[in-house]
Every structure is written in structure tokens, then in C-alpha cells.
């Protein structure tokens, strides 16, 4: 069962807009949520992560934007660069992270000059 | 960020035989350590959590004695891929928790195996 739903599968963005990939979850006990970014070969690693008891978080060109009653959060890439360009993974987990990992299936931004 | 380190980077084995996949935490010790596989352009699908000096835990369809889970030491966690076929050619990537990052949750992940068995 696919505990989080990540959209859309690819995305293609000219450089300096806005890139942004929507997830949703069903478990209610999730409480940590994190994106990784992935390039080709190798493993991920944490971009920005939030917990539901705030709306928002910014760090950078990259911010969370969490909505607890719709079970949804999305990654908006300010002024996307073509450095940006990779496969970003939503996910979440329990007791603050501590539990193990959920993964979203992945979308696979392409920023052209 | 703290250090996880995979190796090989990329193993090619035949069918048939068994291939092993160290993952050490650099500069941390990690008493959980978790291995995901990764097929292309699909996701990180979870196969086990490791626990150091217990029995790993297997995800559901998991087969424990064919890949087989050692967490010997604070610091590293082996994946042992047995009797290794065509169709167990994957990504294979570990991560772990460093305890000093626990609040925050952060998981930090190797740079992954790539198997292939011919």
C-alpha cells in the first residue's frame, strides 16, 4: 500500500521558475516529513524536512508548504537552476522520525536553461 | 552532516553466487542502521532495519535468508545478497541515524551498490 502519494512523475522547468511537486499521506500518525534529493547513482540525501506544527518552512530557494487537514504537503524550488535538476522524494515517518522512512515514488525535475 | 559510507560502488557477480555490502557510519555510531532497495526510476522500497548486536527486522516479502543482515558493530551493517540471481540486480542503498541528529529525524544515506548478476 502506498502510504505517500507523490506528484507528478516528471517535471520539466525553464531556469529561474518555479518548480513545485505536491504529496499527500494517509497515516494520521505521521509527524516528520522530508524531502531528499537524488542524483544519478547515488543515494539521497535530506534537502528540508518539517513537522505539522507549522504551515511553512523556507530554507533558501526551497520551502515546504504543509497542510494538516488535507493530509498534504508540497516542495516549491524558487528560481529552479539546472543544478536543481534531479529526483526529488517526498516522505514521512512517525514519533518525530524515529520510525522508519516512507518513501513517495519520486519526481524527476529537469531544469533547461 | 555525518558520514555513511557503502561499499563496493558497483559489484558484478554470476548467478548463483554470494555478494556482500558493507555500509559504515564514518564519524557517528549508529545503533540503526536500514537497507533499501532501489529499482531504476522507482522508488527507495525499505527491506530491513538493522539493529547493532539483534536480529535485523524484515519488511514484508522480504526474503531474510536471502539477504541476510549483520549489524556487528556501532559502525557498520553488512548486506549479504545469497546465491544471488538476474532478478536480484538492483540499487541497493543503506542508511543510518546519527543519535546527536535524533530531534531532527535525519537520516543519512549512503552512496549505494549497484549489483548486477549475470
Known amino acids: 500500500q502506498q502510504q505517500v502519494k507523490q506528484s507528478p512523475q516528471s517535471l520539466i522547468v525553464q531556469k529561474g521558475g518555479i518548480s513545485i511537486i505536491n504529496c499527500a499521506y494517509e497515516?494520521?500518525?505521521?509527524?516528520?516529513f522530508p524531502w531528499y534529493q537524488q542524483f544519478p547513482g547515488k543515494g539521497p540525501a535530506l534537502l528540508i524536512a518539517?513537522?505539522?506544527?507549522?504551515s511553512e518552512k523556507k530554507e533558501g530557494r526551497f520551502t515546504i508548504s504543509f497542510n494538516k487537514s488535507a493530509k498534504q504537503f508540497s516542495l516549491h524550488i524558487m528560481d529552479s537552476q539546472p543544478g536543481d535538476s534531479a529526483t526529488y522524494f517526498c516522505?514521512?515517518?512517525?514519533?518525530?522520525?524515529?520510525?522508519?522512512?516512507?518513501f513517495g515514488t519520486g519526481t524527476k525535475l529537469q531544469v533547461i536553461p | 552532516g555525518a558520514v555513511v559510507s557503502q561499499h563496493p560502488s558497483r559489484v558484478i557477480c554470476k548467478s548463483g553466487t554470494s555478494v556482500k555490502i558493507e555500509c559504515r557510519s564514518l564519524d557517528f555510531q549508529a545503533t540503526t542502521m536500514f537497507w533499501y532497495r532501489q529499482f531504476p526510476k522507482q522508488s527507495l522500497m525499505l527491506m530491513a532495519t538493522s539493529n547493532e548486536g539483534s536480529k535485523a527486522t524484515y519488511e514484508q516479502g522480504v526474503e531474510k535468508d536471502k539477504f541476510l543482515i549483520n549489524h556487528a558493530s556501532l559502525t557498520l551493517s553488512t548486506l549479504t545478497v545469497t546465491s544471488a540471481h538476474p532478478e536480484d540486480s538492483s540499487f541497493y542503498i543503506c542508511?543510518?541515524?546519527?543519535?546527536?541528529?535524533?530531534?531532527?529525524?535525519?537520516?543519512?544515506f549512503g552512496e549505494g551498490s549497484r549489483l548486477t548478476v549475470l
Open positions: 497515516n494520521t500518525a505521521f509527524d516528520y
Open positions: 542508511s543510518a541515524r546519527d543519535p546527536a541528529a535524533i530531534i531532527t529525524g535525519e537520516l543519512f
Open positions: 518539517i513537522r505539522p506544527d507549522v
Open positions: 516522505a514521512a515517518s512517525s514519533y518525530g522520525g524515529y520510525q522508519k522512512v516512507t
